[in-house]
């Protein structure tokens, strides 16, 4: 009954009073405002939050908020279109507070109130000038203002039209300095609104900026136009010419000049250097957002007319040069961390737990987000970004690889880099860097990078930088760069200028025919047959392999193993899973994928390697005057447009007589392997570890040439023409000479044994380590490894020969 009868009253009070719209209630709430400022004293000490004026600018948004859910086919409704036409100069006066902060705390406000109003209408209406003239404003203010305590609000509202311009890449005209008026004028707030919140504001000067020093025309526009002169038919179309505020931003492309600005990447980088790694954080996202934008004119303009991509690579470098230098080079490799939860872990206590930690998560941070930015952004900043990236960082960190004190950590520093880089360009360039872009023989230095100087410190005898430079090698391997492996050993094997010339056809028939090499051949075949170590690698293998297997397996006497009945099961599957890891990733390189010569039948690489025969009958009568040509199956040796550096060599060897010893140079990377490998019985354990584990690297690559310098025992080289297994034949040699001297060396080689693969951290710690003893156990692992690489290798080959066939 009593609702009843209040809904009477309420239905004669709308009759008599009928209620406010929507636009009175706004127009009630900024008059509102306006009264307030008329009586404010400015001797006031009321905080902004304890007066009225936050509540009217919050109903006034809500309002606009409300409108538009109600609106229908994009319209605007009357409230939004007061703030349009400026009747109700809402902006301006947001902007004015963001200006004088008064009373304290408006500043706050302000931008948050203008952050929401673009977060929360579906339709801002940023291309009109009465709207984004204030924001421009606001953040020229804001950028005044270095670490100011509304850091974070700032860094919002730049984000918010960072993500306006991403749904709308023609807003992006808008923060060009064409569009921007001469920033006296457009600092100069409104007279109409001054006369409304008479605040006085002391007179300041702009501090002068760089990034926002432009050069403006005798007479600058008076109007701002969206949209650029079209200079076929020199018409301008300016807002105040076509009568309508809402200029559309997408009625021609913008032709940028030299001299333009794209002021929202300059004012986002301004906040890099905020010591609130939220912002740091919130300005990264900024920089993201307009860099992955689509458009060529605007990727040019930021690469062109910004510092953007400069100062992202200077930074990276700062950080690498704010590393402690007594850093341990073994905290480089415990870090795992991405640019984004580079804030949290610094508020984590746990995660301080070795000296340098924050000045190694900033660098490491930083070189992520740098990763990111090039796998998102536009390909012409990607371009840009990579090229900065070597000059303003690899360049100068090189310096710091010479340096006897910093060399150590430098190395460990890049090879982490290496190994967390994703972006291929970044990679790219890491390569060029490294092994350098020439394309001719090594005349120069400079034309190596710093390949040569990385392999010539390795045999300096400080075992811990050889340590180091070893994982830089092995991540540069594992990388997988086409040209970076080019340079390092293919650029060398692709001529197969390493093969001696053929012996004469009455020579080689009587080497086949000889009964003592028969015998010898015969025993080898036997003992491996019967020997446990094999495995399950002679259970499946056919006689093409046998003698392969038997080289490397055989290559150290049973009496100084450390564990002569192993099995290689374990060594077949990791090398079956790597394998097919590189086959992966080389199948979009332009390798060959057989070597043949032209007067030849077959091949002496061990993929048909025979315990009958050393050689090849066929392959070993045929003449080799002329280097063999690879047989081109996935295209030339070589690079992506066909190696030109490989080519030049091949080329050169084509015109020589015949392959000798004085021809075939290894290069400066295989020539330090090989010394490294010749002295592996005086040098450490984990030297030697890395030390094989590059070579099983570059045994797994599936170039035939490679494979066969490598992999093939029986390979006829000329003499002093370096080899793998030659190289390991000599250590075994002198291995199998001294270890014998050790007292009790059965019971030494036994425990060693143990100890290493317990894989305990204590026994890194125990100063006195038997070299000898554990540079046997490594070759024989190592060995073992070998002729599982082999193995698989040969059966795929073998796999895919029906297939061959059917093509």
């Given at each position: 009954?009593?609702?009843r009868?209040?809904?009477?009253?309420?239905?004669?009070?709308?009759?008599?009073?009928?209620?406010?719209?929507?636009?009175?209630?706004?127009?009630?709430?900024?008059?509102?405002?306006?009264?307030?400022?008329?009586?404010?004293?400015?001797?006031?000490?009321?905080?902004?939050?304890?007066?009225?004026v936050?509540?009217?600018?919050?109903?006034?948004?809500?309002?606009?908020?409300?409108?538009?859910?109600?609106?229908?086919?994009?319209?605007?409704?009357?409230?939004?279109?007061?703030?349009?036409?400026?009747?109700?100069?809402?902006?301006?006066?947001?902007?004015?507070l963001?200006?004088?902060?008064?009373?304290?705390?408006?500043?706050?406000?302000?931008?948050?109130?203008?952050?929401?109003?673009?977060?929360?209408?579906?339709?801002?209406?940023l291309?009109?000038?009465?709207?984004?003239?204030?924001?421009?404003?606001?953040?020229?203010?804001?950028?005044?203002?270095?670490?100011?305590?509304?850091?974070?609000?700032?860094?919002?509202?730049?984000?918010?039209l960072?993500?306006?311009?991403?749904k709308?890449?023609?807003l992006?005209?808008?923060?060009?300095?064409?569009?921007?008026?001469?920033t006296?004028s457009?600092?100069?707030?409104?007279?109409d609104?001054?006369?409304?919140?008479?605040?006085?504001?002391?007179?300041?000067?702009?501090?002068?900026?760089?990034?926002?020093?432009?050069?403006?025309?005798?007479?600058?526009?008076?109007?701002?136009?969206?949209?650029?002169?079209?200079?076929?038919?020199?018409y301008?179309?300016?807002s105040?010419s076509?009568?309508?505020?809402?200029?559309?931003s997408?009625?021609?492309?913008?032709?940028?000049?030299?001299?333009?600005?794209?002021?929202?990447?300059?004012?986002?980088?301004?906040?890099?250097?905020?010591?609130?790694?939220?912002?740091?954080?919130?300005?990264?996202?900024?920089v993201?957002?307009?860099?992955?934008?689509?458009e060529?004119d605007?990727?040019?303009?930021?690469?062109?007319?910004?510092?953007?991509?400069?100062?992202?690579?200077?930074?990276?470098?700062?950080?690498?040069?704010?590393?402690?230098?007594?850093?341990?080079?073994?905290?480089?490799?415990?870090l795992?961390?991405t640019?984004?939860?580079?804030a949290?872990?610094?508020?984590?206590?746990?995660?301080?737990?070795?000296?340098?930690?924050?000045?190694?998560?900033?660098f490491?941070?930083?070189?992520?987000?740098?990763?990111?930015?090039?796998?998102?952004?536009?390909?012409?900043?990607?371009?840009?970004?990579?090229?900065?990236?070597?000059?303003?960082?690899?360049?100068?960190?090189?310096?710091?690889?010479?340096?006897?004190?910093?060399?150590?950590?430098?190395?460990?520093?890049?090879?982490?880099?290496?190994?967390?880089?994703?972006?291929?360009?970044?990679?790219?360039?890491?390569?060029?860097?490294?092994?350098?872009?020439?394309?001719?023989?090594?005349?120069?230095?400079?034309?190596?990078?710093?390949?040569?100087?990385?392999?010539?410190?390795?045999?300096?005898?400080?075992?811990?930088?050889?340590?180091?430079?070893?994982?830089?090698?092995?991540?540069?391997?594992?990388?997988?760069?086409?040209?970076?492996?080019?340079?390092?050993?293919?650029?060398?094997?692709?001529?197969?200028?390493?093969?001696?010339?053929?012996?004469?056809?009455?020579?080689?028939?009587?080497?086949?025919?000889?009964?003592?090499l028969?015998?010898?051949?015969?025993?080898?075949?036997?003992?491996?047959?019967?020997?446990?170590r094999?495995?399950?690698?002679?259970?499946?293998?056919?006689?093409n392999i046998?003698?392969?297997?038997?080289?490397?397996l055989?290559?150290?006497p049973?009496?100084?193993?450390?564990q002569?009945?192993?099995?290689?099961?374990?060594?077949?599957?990791?090398?079956?899973?790597?394998?097919?890891?590189?086959?992966?990733?080389?199948s979009?390189?332009?390798?060959?994928?057989?070597?043949?010569?032209?007067?030849?039948?077959?091949?002496?690489?061990?993929?048909?390697?025979?315990?009958?025969?050393?050689l090849?009958?066929?392959?070993?009568?045929?003449?080799v005057?002329?280097?063999?040509?690879?047989?081109?199956?996935?295209?030339?040796?070589?690079?992506?447009g066909?190696?030109?550096?490989?080519?030049?060599?091949?080329?050169?060897s084509?015109d020589?007589?015949?392959?000798?010893?004085?021809?075939?140079?290894?290069?400066?990377?295989?020539?330090?392997?090989?010394?490294?490998?010749?002295?592996?019985?005086?040098?450490?354990?984990?030297?030697?570890?890395?030390?094989?584990s590059?070579?099983?690297?570059?045994?797994?690559?599936?170039?035939?040439?490679?494979?066969?310098?490598?992999?093939?025992?029986?390979?006829?080289?000329?003499?002093?023409?370096p080899?793998?297994?030659?190289?390991?034949?000599?250590?075994?040699r002198?291995?199998?000479?001294?270890?014998?001297?050790?007292?009790n060396?059965?019971?030494?080689i036994?425990?060693t044994?143990?100890?290493?693969?317990?894989?305990?951290?204590?026994?890194?710690?125990?100063?006195?380590?038997?070299?000898l003893?554990?540079?046997?156990?490594?070759?024989?692992?190592?060995?073992?490894?070998?002729?599982?690489?082999?193995f698989v290798?040969?059966?795929?080959?073998?796999?895919?020969?029906?297939?061959?066939?059917?093509?």
């Amino acid at each position: 009954m009593l609702s009843r009868f209040s809904d009477v009253l309420q239905t004669a009070a709308d009759v008599l009073a009928p209620p406010a719209t929507r636009l009175e209630d706004f127009e009630y709430h900024w008059k509102m405002v306006v009264n307030f400022y008329q009586n404010y004293e400015e001797s006031s000490k009321v905080h902004f939050e304890d007066t009225r004026v936050p509540h009217h600018l919050h109903q006034m948004l809500q309002l606009i908020v409300d409108e538009e859910k109600e609106q229908q086919g994009g319209t605007v409704g009357p409230c939004l279109e007061a703030v349009i036409q400026r009747s109700v100069g809402v902006l301006d006066a947001l902007s004015l507070l963001v200006s004088v902060d008064r009373p304290p705390g408006a500043r706050y406000s302000a931008l948050t109130l203008a952050t929401s109003l673009l977060r929360r209408t579906r339709s801002p209406c940023l291309n009109s000038p009465h709207v984004y003239r204030p924001l421009q404003r606001m953040l020229l203010i804001c950028n005044e203002s270095p670490a100011s305590p509304t850091e974070k609000e700032e860094v919002e509202l730049l984000l918010t039209l960072c993500g306006l311009v991403r749904k709308e890449p023609g807003l992006a005209n808008i923060f060009t300095t064409p569009f921007v008026e001469d920033t006296a004028s457009l600092m100069m707030i409104p007279e109409d609104i001054k006369a409304l919140i008479p605040i006085k504001s002391k007179a300041q000067t702009p501090k002068k900026n760089p990034l926002f020093e432009v050069d403006m025309a005798p007479n600058p526009l008076k109007t701002v136009s969206i949209v650029r002169v079209n200079k076929d038919d020199n018409y301008v179309q300016s807002s105040s010419s076509a009568g309508d505020d809402n200029v559309s931003s997408k009625s021609h492309k913008t032709v940028y000049d030299d001299n333009d600005k794209f002021l929202l990447i300059d004012l986002l980088l301004s906040y890099l250097d905020s010591a609130d790694n939220q912002v740091v954080l919130r300005a990264c996202e900024g920089v993201l957002i307009v860099s992955s934008l689509a458009e060529d004119d605007i990727a040019a303009l930021v690469t062109g007319c910004s510092p953007a991509c400069e100062r992202l690579a200077a930074r990276l470098l700062r950080r690498y040069r704010a590393l402690p230098p007594d850093l341990d080079p073994a905290a480089v490799d415990q870090l795992s961390i991405t640019w984004a939860y580079v804030a949290q872990d610094f508020g984590d206590k746990n995660y301080n737990n070795f000296y340098g930690y924050r000045e190694l998560t900033a660098f490491f941070s930083w070189l992520d987000y740098i990763d990111t930015l090039m796998k998102e952004c536009h390909p012409i900043i990607a371009c840009h970004l990579s090229r900065a990236f070597r000059t303003q960082f690899l360049e100068p960190a090189a310096e710091e690889l010479a340096e006897p004190r910093s060399a150590i950590l430098a190395t460990a520093v890049l090879a982490k880099c290496l190994r967390v880089l994703d972006s291929q360009d970044l990679v790219n360039e890491f390569s060029s860097w490294l092994a350098g872009e020439g394309e001719g023989g090594e005349g120069g230095a400079g034309e190596w990078g710093q390949l040569r100087a990385l392999a010539l410190r390795c045999l300096r005898g400080d075992h811990d930088l050889t340590l180091e430079t070893l994982r830089f090698f092995e991540a540069v391997i594992e990388k997988g760069s086409e040209h970076s492996i080019d340079r390092l050993v293919l650029s060398r094997v692709c001529a197969r200028a390493y093969r001696a010339a053929a012996p004469a056809l009455q020579d080689e028939r009587e080497r086949l025919n000889d009964l003592s090499l028969a015998r010898e051949r015969e025993r080898a075949r036997q003992s491996l047959a019967t020997d446990e170590r094999a495995g399950g690698l002679l259970a499946h293998a056919d006689d093409n392999i046998h003698r392969v297997v038997n080289s490397f397996l055989l290559l150290l006497p049973r009496g100084v193993q450390s564990q002569p009945l192993a099995d290689c099961e374990h060594y077949v599957h990791d090398a079956q899973r790597h394998y097919q890891l590189w086959l992966d990733i080389t199948s979009t390189y332009n390798w060959p994928t057989e070597v043949t010569c032209a007067d030849t039948a077959s091949s002496t690489h061990s993929y048909d390697s025979r315990p009958e025969a050393d050689l090849h009958l066929d392959d070993a009568f045929a003449p080799v005057h002329a280097p063999c040509e690879p047989k081109p199956s996935r295209g030339a040796c070589g690079g992506a447009g066909g190696c030109n550096f490989t080519q030049a060599l091949v080329l050169r060897s084509r015109d020589a007589p015949a392959a000798s010893e004085e021809e075939f140079d290894a290069g400066p990377f295989l020539k330090m392997l090989f010394k490294l490998l010749s002295t592996m019985p005086d040098q450490p354990y984990q030297v030697n570890l890395h030390l094989t584990s590059i070579i099983s690297k570059l045994a797994l690559l599936p170039h035939p040439n490679l494979h066969e310098y490598l992999l093939n025992p029986d390979l006829p080289t000329a003499k002093g023409t370096p080899t793998l297994f030659k190289t390991l034949q000599e250590v075994a040699r002198r291995l199998t000479m001294e270890v014998p001297r050790i007292k009790n060396y059965k019971k030494v080689i036994e425990n060693t044994r143990l100890q290493l693969m317990s894989e305990d951290p204590s026994y890194d710690e125990i100063g006195s380590h038997n070299q000898l003893v554990e540079s046997l156990i490594v070759l024989e692992e190592f060995c073992k490894e070998l002729a599982a690489i082999a193995f698989v290798k040969h059966q795929h080959q073998l796999q895919q020969q029906p297939h061959q066939h059917q093509r």
